[in-house]
């Protein structure tokens, strides 16, 4: 049952307490001829606060229409960076399902509790980058948010498999053998981390403009030692760039994501990892945020397709 007030959880206390899913200083000046404040339907928001990073953050579920009549278990879809694209990640399927090209989907967001996308980039820095880069920190300028830092890649990602991902599976009719992560920019540098580190946690991937630039593509360091010690990677994935998408940056770091991708995907050949099943969409007239919309419609119809 989708609840008006919703839990704010502290995982490693599992002690809850409820509070309003919005508080009332955000609703404006009261009004008797409005309807409720818009939302996505079906949908639930808490807090958590990982004992892996010590981070909190505002974790939202959508379920699929006719969940709460059903009795089956549904396939769940993990999307980073919720403060910007979980509505985007969540419509877009509910759409495709219109027309059977993806299943009913479980879609939990992952993001901050700080509002807009843009008041979670200092905080995604830190948790989505897989090496610490102190001299990239040191040389960000614009008007962005300052990083908090980076390289928490690796307690991110314990941060999904020992608390979120079993408080998922324990709450909700989710198929335990069928989660998929989605990605874009730094998130697709860490959907690839996830492939590659996430003991098959994640059996499908949406993997949207990698940001494989990071510390001299050290990603790429990364998939040659998993690939010395592993023939095989039970996964699907789609990866995808936008044929827009600058190489310069401010910071003065080139970004190369289509030399990048193209790069992996002649990798991803020559590895011929048993198992793995993946494809590569170069989108043309899409520009780095552009890119997002047509790489979730593509990449559901992808790793949903019947093998």
Known sequence: MIRRA??????????GSCSPALDEGSRGPARDDLVPAAYLAGTE?????????????????????GYEDSSGTYPVLYSLDANGEFGTVVETARHLRLEALAPGL??????????HYFDAIGKRALDLTVTEDS????????????????GGAPGFLRFLIDELVPLIDA????????RALFGHSF????????????????QRFIVASPAFWWDDR???????TYAAANRSLNARAFFSVGMLELDAASDGVPRRYITNLRDLSAILEDRSYDGFEWTMHFFDDEYHTSVVPAS?????RYIYAAN
């Open 6 to 15: 919703v839990c704010v959880m502290v995982l490693s206390a599992l002690i």
């Open 45 to 65: 928001s808490r807090l958590i606060t990982s004992s892996n990073t010590g981070r909190t953050y505002q974790v939202s579920v959508a379920l699929p229409r």
């Open 106 to 115: 479980v879609v939990v967001g992952v993001g901050y509790p700080v509002g």
């Open 135 to 150: 001299q990239w920190k040191d040389s960000r300028a614009g008007p962005f948010p300052p990083p908090e830092g980076s």
């Open 171 to 178: 709450e909700y009719r989710v198929d335990q053998e069928d």
């Open 187 to 202: 998130g697709g540098l860490f959907a690839f981390h996830a492939l590659l580190h996430g003991q098959g946690t994640f």
């Open 218 to 224: 050290v990603s790429f360091d990364h998939e040659a």
């Open 296 to 300: 979730v419609s593509r990449g559901l």
